[in-house]
């Protein structure tokens, strides 16, 4: 009997908001974000620090890990994969397919 265990990779997000002070004018931005794959969560019409009653549309879009920023001062995290005893790279551990997003623990 074979057992398959599919783990998913966990979905991270990134978030964003603006503020108007008209109805109209938040409309034109979120039109604006949502053509750059931003999603409207919440829209909140509240007093601002001000006093002042105010549109807040809350945002989000699927996170894209970004790699290290190389420059002075910043280490560079890039790992190297580690060497066999031959110098070669080893290859992947048996039983487990690492490629995509899903990942499926195989009986072998």
């Known amino acids: 009997m074979t057992k398959i265990v599919t783990i998913k990779a966990q979905q991270k997000w ?4 603006e503020s ?3 109805e109209t004018a938040l409309f034109k931005v ?13 829209v909140l019409y509240h007093k601002d620090i001000k006093g002042i009653m105010t549109w ?7 996170s894209i890990p970004q790699p290290p920023q190389g420059g ?3 280490p560079n995290l890039t790992k190297a994969a ?4 031959n ?3 080893p290859e992947q551990p048996k039983g487990f397919d690492l490629s995509g997003e899903e990942f499926q623990v ?3």
Do not use: H
């Open 14 to 17: 990134e978030y964003y908001f």
């Open 20 to 22: 108007r002070k008209t």
């Open 30 to 42: 979120l039109n604006d974000q949502g053509q750059q794959g931003w999603e409207l969560v919440e």
């Open 56 to 62: 807040t549309g809350i945002m989000k879009r699927p």
């Open 72 to 74: 002075e001062g910043s």
């Open 82 to 85: 580690p060497l066999g005893e």
């Open 87 to 89: 110098g070669a790279v």
């Open 106 to 108: 195989k009986d072998e």
